[in-house]
């Protein structure tokens, strides 16, 4: 039973494109988040939902725009791709108060 | 300024040595933190948190206030434990603030 699934693991695509990276968690858990990892290994929050709710929102260009259509579900969706949008972003749940995150594999994320 | 350093990138210690990786924190808070790891091919998982002041998988880590600091320690590495391990600050509404992260590799 896999916790968080990301769809896809693998997403090449060129600058300009629109694309969609979905997440999913079977955890029963009321928050989700979005997290970018770049070439360095460097993990940054982007956003936080709490029962689809935006409750975290970092320095994110509008480009990038979250969408929960349910507590187990949040999407990302990336408008107008740039090359520095190249990244592993990675899904992650946790139920609000515990202090524990469960995450994705990762979708690596290529503009060409 | 709510920070996690890590100052090693990549860290190399042979099998059986004792391993320290560094973890310091700015947080004017009440601070929350925590060590993540990722093995090769895996996700990120929770290694272990301050408050539960446990050992998990021969490490621990203690969070000295005075120095701001919280660095994990093992006394005998093991080649089990090469992986990316993520020192990280849990501040309010649940945010989490990750280190750099450390890239260990245990010398067989």
């Known amino acids: 039973d896999t916790a968080v699934s990301q769809t896809p693991k693998y997403l090449v695509t060129q600058m300009g494109n629109d694309k969609s990276i979905k997440c999913e968690q079977n955890?029963?858990?009321?928050?989700m988040y979005w997290y970018k990892q770049d070439s360095k290994k460097f993990l940054k929050i982007m956003f936080s939902y709490n029962n689809k709710e935006l409750i975290i929102n970092e320095t994110v260009p509008n480009r990038f725009s979250p969408k929960s259509p349910d507590k187990a579900h949040l999407n990302l969706h990336i408008n107008s791709l740039e090359l520095g949008d190249s990244a592993v972003y990675f899904c992650a749940s946790s139920q609000l108060g515990s202090y524990e995150q469960y995450f994705g594999p990762g979708t690596r994320l290529t503009v060409t | 300024a709510q920070r996690v350093t890590q100052p090693e990138k990549l860290l190399s210690v042979f099998k059986g040595a004792p391993v320290e990786l560094k973890c310091n924190y700015s947080?004017?808070?009440?601070?929350?933190l925590f060590w993540y790891v990722q093995y090769s091919r895996q996700r990120l998982q929770l290694l272990l948190r301050?408050?539960s002041r446990e050992s998990i998988k021969g490490f621990t880590a203690d969070l000295n206030k005075g120095e701001t600091s919280f660095h994990l320690k093992k006394p005998f590495a093991q080649e089990e434990d090469s992986a990316m391990y993520y020192c990280a600050l849990r501040t309010s509404y649940d945010k989490v603030i990750f280190g750099p992260g450390t890239s260990l590799s245990v010398i067989p």
């Open positions: 301050h408050i």
């Open positions: 947080y004017s808070g009440s601070p929350e």
């Open positions: 955890l029963g858990h009321d928050t």
